[in-house]
């Protein structure tokens, strides 16, 4: 429950601002398809996080228990930093294909846009960090839901009354306070040991 609740939080918080944030208000403002909209970004972000999550699994593996304590410290260290630098959207990079509709051009944009994000990293590294595949899969995933389900709906409205910069700080002590108790080995905080 931890690693879903967790996950939850942190990709909940680090995703207001996020590109993929911004990519949900530019879909919802040209297709004007909120259901559509919505379900290619949760296929999407179930696809990729569950890839992420495994890649954090498999990295966990590989490294054992001390070196991974370390890389995990360093880690949410960089995803403290990272966070606080904000995301601009390419229009390139977001303009959904054109000869799809809104579900399945948002499907495809989003599962792309996301590779290599905030937020895929993080869920790397929580999955590497709680070694719980489907706990953290589920809890990124309704995260990222958490975040972008009232900007597709409210639009520009819900982007512009968020105050990111508060989000992306609290984001940013989260994983910080993450990465120094994996440094110190602080051992019963966040199951630490």
């Known amino acids: 429950m931890e690693a879903f609740l967790v996950?939850?939080?942190?990709?909940?918080?680090?995703?207001?601002?996020?590109?993929?944030?911004l990519l949900a208000l530019v879909l919802a403002t040209r297709y004007r398809a909120p259901l559509p909209i919505i379900a290619g970004i949760l296929?999407?972000?179930?696809a990729n996080h569950a890839l992420a999550a495994t890649a954090g699994i498999i990295v966990a593996d590989i490294l054992g228990p001390d070196m991974l304590r370390k890389a995990l410290g360093v880690s949410f260290l960089a995803m403290a930093v990272w966070i606080m630098i904000?995301?601009?959207?390419?229009?390139?990079?977001t303009r959904p294909p054109g000869r799809f509709g809104p579900f399945l051009a948002t499907l495809i944009v989003f599962f792309l846009v996301e590779i290599g994000d905030k937020t895929q990293i993080a869920t790397i590294a929580l999955?590497?960090?709680f070694d719980a595949l489907v706990a953290v899969t589920a809890?990124?995933?309704?995260?990222?839901?958490l975040a972008n389900i009232p900007v597709v709906l409210i639009g520009k409205a819900a982007a512009t009354k968020i105050p990111m910069q508060a989000a992306?700080?609290?984001?940013?002590?989260?994983?910080?306070?993450?990465g120094v108790m994996a440094l110190l080995n602080v051992g019963n905080l966040f199951g630490w040991s």
């Open 127 to 129: 999955s590497a960090r």
């Open 86 to 93: 904000p995301d601009k959207v390419d229009d390139e990079e």
């Open 7 to 21: 996950s939850t939080g942190v990709v909940g918080v680090a995703e207001i601002g996020d590109k993929t944030q």
């Open 139 to 145: 809890g990124t995933t309704l995260g990222m839901m």
């Open 168 to 178: 992306h700080a609290i984001a940013a002590l989260i994983f910080a306070a993450m």
């Open 43 to 46: 296929i999407a972000t179930i």
